[in-house]
């Protein structure tokens, strides 16, 4: 946990009018607007909610690393995304502009979508860079219970074939 200023986000509600719906939260700690608020068309009035600060997350992003503000978020975020904030989206923006600094965005792990079973993750495994590089990831580096690789599935394209088979599979590939 950092000991610099952080930003702290609660207070979420949904409103909704005939031509549009607002999702909104209170936001503390920093040089921001007393509250963030998405505004949206009633066309979309279906898709926005409340249940998750995925919106919240997302939009103080960028401004917070150029502060070097942790942000605290009081509601639930995806877990994949909670991940991806606080690693790899980070490092694109550095890219972009170096002038940004780590943070880091903490928030309680929203619950799995309907349908969707948490705890149960599966990936492919054919021993290319790519397969070591997700084991690393989802399975070594400390990650959330939710998106740990609990399963894999063996892809052999050849990275586990004896030499007898290699002398054999080249043989048969003089013959085409």
């Known amino acids: 946990m950092s000991t610099r200023t952080a930003l702290t986000v609660e207070d979420f509600s949904l409103s909704r009018t005939e031509t549009a719906a607002r999702v909104?939260?209170?936001v503390t700690g920093g040089r921001f607007p007393d509250r963030l608020f998405y505004e949206t068309s009633s066309a979309?009035?279906?898709?926005?909610?409340?249940?998750?600060a995925n919106w919240a997350a997302t939009s103080l992003l960028y401004p917070a690393m150029l502060l070097g503000q942790d942000i605290h978020i009081?509601?639930?975020?995806?877990?994949?995304?909670?991940?991806?904030?606080n690693n790899d989206i980070?490092?694109?923006?550095?890219i972009y502009d170096p002038r940004l600094k780590n943070i880091e965005i903490t928030a309680p792990e929203a619950e799995a979508?309907?349908?969707?079973?948490?705890?149960?993750?599966?990936?492919?495994?054919?021993a290319g860079v790519d397969s070591f590089s997700t084991l690393k990831k989802f399975f070594y580096d400390p990650i959330a219970p939710s998106l740990?690789?609990?399963?894999?599935?063996l892809f052999d394209v050849g990275a586990f074939?004896?030499?007898?088979?290699q002398a054999l599979y080249a043989k048969a590939l003089r013959r085409c």
């Open 90 to 94: 980070q490092a694109f923006l550095k």
């Open 148 to 153: 740990k690789i609990s399963a894999l599935s």
């Open 24 to 26: 909104s939260c209170a």
């Open 44 to 52: 979309n009035v279906d898709r926005l909610t409340a249940d998750r």
């Open 161 to 165: 074939r004896s030499r007898r088979r």
């Open 74 to 85: 009081r509601h639930p975020v995806s877990p994949l995304l909670l991940h991806n904030l």
């Open 113 to 126: 979508l309907d349908g969707a079973r948490a705890g149960l993750n599966a990936t492919g495994f054919s």
